[in-house]
């Protein structure tokens, strides 16, 4: 089978896990190649997601490597055995990659909590909010290429809203609610947005007030995805280089406190409703 050219975040984080767990046991890649009967190179795009793997040839590595965390293996080969073709394919070519990596680990989750400080969160964003937004991080696209981005950020939603919906919490500050990144009927629209999904129980949806005392994280913006097992969750951090994946437990165990710690700090649900339903009325 010929390697994978752009392998997907998905695939990059399962070749990840099976080389943690061979350097967990002591092993280097050749032994584990002589192992399997395969060579050293195959192993490395194994490792890097570059090629694929079965399900039954990561039980056998688990074995190998002496793993007894067996929700975790079961987990792995999951991964492996799974042949999703989900909407954001329809995007491959036409938009960046780490724009389908974020829907499909967002379609995998067993639930999502996010922190933003500065936006709407994007699986909240009417169209018009997400549009001015490109607008003004992305001057520089055409329409046909705007375009694509916006419908894109409305079909993540999906996630949110079908027929298995994925539980979803976030907490969001003040400046990103009363922040005008267009005009006042985008602004009233996208307020009204937040209000009917959370009336949906779409969204759980926690706001920081600007005179909220105990709350230092002006930069704690962020998206954590559980996944199957603890193991297996992520962490989508946005940086200027771009959109950050994080796998490494104590990268992961800090996102865990920065969101407990963001979500003390904010208004309880049903205050925070109150409160987004007051300044749609001060607009």
């Not at 922190?115 to 018009?128: A, E, F, S």
């Not at 006042?184 to 969204?203: C, F, N, P, V, Y």
């Not at 649900?269 to 300044?279: E, G, K, N, V, Y």
């Amino acid at each position: 089978m010929a390697a994978r050219s752009h392998p997907t975040a998905r695939q990059i984080r399962l070749g990840t896990e099976l080389r943690k767990l061979r350097e967990a046991a002591g092993l280097k890649a050749r032994e584990v190649a002589a192992f399997l009967n395969s060579s050293s190179a195959q192993m490395s795009q194994i490792e890097a997601g570059t090629a694929a793997v079965s399900a039954e040839r990561i039980r056998r590595l688990a074995a190998h490597y002496a793993c007894a965390d067996k929700a975790f293996v079961d987990a792995l080969a999951a991964m492996a055995g799974d042949r999703t073709r989900g909407w954001w394919g329809e995007y491959r070519g036409v938009l960046p990659q780490v724009n389908l990596d974020v829907a499909e680990a967002e379609h995998h989750a067993t639930f999502l909590h996010e922190v933003v400080i500065t936006y709407v969160p994007g699986l909240l964003q009417t169209p018009d909010y997400a549009r001015a937004v490109f607008r003004y991080m992305r001057p520089e696209l055409s329409e046909s290429e705007l375009a694509p981005r916006v419908e894109h950020r409305m079909r993540r939603r999906t996630v949110i809203e079908g027929d298995a919906p994925t539980p979803y919490e976030t907490v969001i500050h003040e400046f990103a609610l009363r922040v005008r990144v267009a005009d006042r009927q985008t602004s009233m629209s996208q307020l009204h947005l937040i209000l009917d999904e959370i009336e949906k129980g779409h969204a759980t949806v926690r706001v920081i007030p600007t005179d909220q005392d105990g709350f230092a994280g002006a930069d704690a913006s962020m998206m954590y995805m559980g996944g199957p097992v603890l193991k297996l969750d992520t962490g989508l951090l946005d940086a200027p280089t771009g959109t950050l994946f994080i796998d490494e437990e104590a990268h992961l165990n800090r996102l865990r406190t920065l969101f407990r710690k963001v979500e003390g700090a904010s208004l309880d649900p049903t205050a925070s409703r109150d409160f987004i339903h007051r300044l749609s009325k001060e607009l």
